[in-house]
C-alpha cells in the first residue's frame, strides 16, 4: 500500500491539479476569515470551507489516471486496493492543508482568553470532521458511481452544499460545535463529530472498494 500511495501522491503532485482546490481554499480562507476575530468562529469557517476542497481532491486522484495506466496499476495490485490508495491519497493532503491552516487561524485570531493549546485542540477535530465528510461526498460522486464528468461535478457541489447544512451530518455538527463554542468563549473539541466522519469515510471507501472491484 505505501507504494501505492507513493504513486498517487507523485501522480498528483506532478499534474498540478491540487492547484487549483488549494487556490479556492486559499481564497475561502483569505476572503471569510480576518485578523483579530474570534478565533472558533474562524476555525469553524476554515473547517468547513475544507470540505468541498476535500471531496474535489479525492475527485482529482481518482480520476487522474489514463485507463490503461488504471488497468496495469490494478492487475499489480487488485482495483480495490488501487481505489483505496487514491481515495487515501485524496484525503490526506487535504488533513495536511487543514492542519496548517487551523495553526495559522490560531495565530492570528482573538482567543478570549483560551490558550492556543486549547483552540488548535477544538478546531484540528473539526476540519478533520470536515475533510473526512468532504473525502466521502467525493467518494460517492466519482467513479465507479458517476464517470460522466458533469454529473459528477454537479452531484460534488450538491453533495457538499447538503453535507454542510443536513442535520446529522459530522461536518455541520463539528461547525454547531464551534459556533456554539464562539458565542460562550468556551472550547469543547467536537470528537464525537470527528468519530462520526471517520466512520462515514471508513463505510464509504469501503463500498466505493468493493463496487470498483466489481463494476470497473
Not at 486549547?118 to 460522486?141: D, F, N, Q
Not at 454537479?154 to 457538499?160: F, I
Amino acid at each position: 500500500m505505501t507504494a501505492l500511495l507513493r504513486y498517487q501522491s507523485g501522480l498528483l503532485l506532478r499534474s498540478q491539479r491540487w492547484l487549483a482546490p488549494l487556490l479556492l481554499y486559499a481564497a475561502f480562507i483569505g476572503v471569510g476569515v480576518q485578523a483579530g476575530e474570534p478565533v472558533l468562529g474562524a476555525l469553524g469557517f476554515t473547517a468547513a470551507a475544507l470540505l468541498p476542497v476535500a471531496a474535489w481532491t479525492v475527485r482529482i486522484c481518482l480520476t487522474q489516471e489514463p485507463p490503461a495506466a488504471r488497468s496495469v496499476v490494478a492487475a499489480a495490485a487488485g482495483r480495490g486496493r488501487a481505489h483505496l490508495a487514491a481515495l487515501l491519497t485524496g484525503a490526506a493532503w487535504p488533513v495536511l492543508v487543514g492542519t496548517v491552516a487551523v495553526l495559522v487561524v490560531t495565530a492570528v485570531g482573538d482567543r478570549r482568553g483560551l490558550t492556543p493549546f486549547a483552540a488548535v485542540l477544538t478546531g484540528l477535530p473539526a476540519a478533520l470532521a470536515c475533510a473526512l465528510t468532504g473525502a466521502a461526498v467525493g467518494a460517492l460522486t466519482s467513479r465507479p458511481f458517476l464517470r460522466a464528468p458533469g454529473w459528477s461535478l454537479a452531484a460534488l457541489v450538491l453533495g457538499s452544499l447538503l453535507a454542510l447544512v443536513t442535520t446529522g451530518s459530522p461536518a455541520k455538527l463539528a461547525m454547531t460545535v464551534l459556533v456554539a463554542g464562539a458565542r460562550t468563549a468556551t472550547a469543547e473539541p467536537p470528537w464525537p463529530a470527528c468519530a462520526g466522519a471517520l466512520l462515514l469515510a471508513v463505510a464509504t471507501a469501503a463500498l466505493a472498494c468493493r463496487a470498483t472491484a466489481r463494476l470497473e
